[in-house]
């Protein structure tokens, strides 16, 4: 069976990660979250006061501390999950507060930020092997990837499943906040200059409203045992 490249791309909270997770496990895949780089600069960006009080980025600062962010990921050693590590910290609960998801979909539509990112995450896919997930991995990131999925559910399923997340972890949280903020952010995807959100010619199609974990696990192992014996 040969190498290949999985891309997974779609809409926030629809699951990617849980599904592009369990894949990259169940093939032996090293597993990629690329929005968790784009929270990191994010977060970097908060921490270094680089918000106004009215959420504006000073831009000019960012991109003169872009080259002093590193971010790598790192295995768990208990868990075997991928953690995400901001100038050698682990950062993986801090990045996914609400604060860091209202101010991610600006910082990701900087030219030098997203140039920055793509060409890490290149290099991480250069021997294959792996499974990103993202907003524009299938299209601009690795548009040569054998295997592209775009995942779609409807807003309402994806803020629901948001919340439930975060309750588990033992957030308080609104509802209707993450609901709009599911559907601020994708808009911002969307209509963005460089590599906006889109679905990728060749990918394919994923409604997973009305999946559990289990079938679309399932359904990725079939896909992928087609694409990679053909
Ligand atoms: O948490 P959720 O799945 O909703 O989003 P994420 O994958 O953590 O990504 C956070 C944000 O980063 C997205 O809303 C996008 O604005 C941005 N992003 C991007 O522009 N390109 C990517 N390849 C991945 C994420």
């Known amino acids: 069976m040969k190498k290949i490249t999985i891309a997974i791309d779609g809409f926030s909270s629809c699951g990617k990660s849980t599904m592009a997770k369990a894949l990259a496990k169940e093939i032996g895949y090293i597993y990629i979250d690329s929005g968790a780089m784009y929270r990191a600069v994010t977060l970097y960006a908060i921490q270094h006061r680089l918000f106004d009080d009215a959420g504006e980025a000073d831009i000019a600062s960012l991109q003169e501390h872009i080259n002093q962010i590193h971010i790598e990921f790192r295995l768990d050693p208990c868990t075997q999950q991928p953690q995400t590590y901001l100038n050698g910290t682990n950062v993986e609960q801090d990045i996914r507060t609400m604060d860091v998801s209202r101010k991610v979909s600006n910082i990701a539509a900087i030219g030098f930020v997203r140039e920055a990112l793509v060409r890490q995450q290149q290099e991480m896919g250069k021997k294959k092997s792996i499974v990103m997930d993202g907003r524009d991995i299938g299209t601009a990131v690795f548009p ?6 775009f995942v779609t559910a ?8 948001r919340y439930d997340e975060l309750t588990a972890k033992g957030d308080t949280c609104d509802y209707q906040d993450i609901y709009n903020n ?9 209509t963005r200059d460089i590599s906006p959100l889109r679905k990728a010619e060749d990918a394919l199609e994923l409604d997973n409203s009305h999946l559990t974990p289990e079938e679309q696990t399932a359904w990725l192992l079939e896909q992928f045992h087609r694409i990679a014996a053909e």
């Open 144 to 149: 040569d990837a054998e295997m592209k999925v």
């Open 154 to 161: 409807s807003p309402e399923v994806r803020a629901q499943r």
């Open 182 to 190: 599911v559907v601020t952010r994708d808009r911002i995807d969307m």
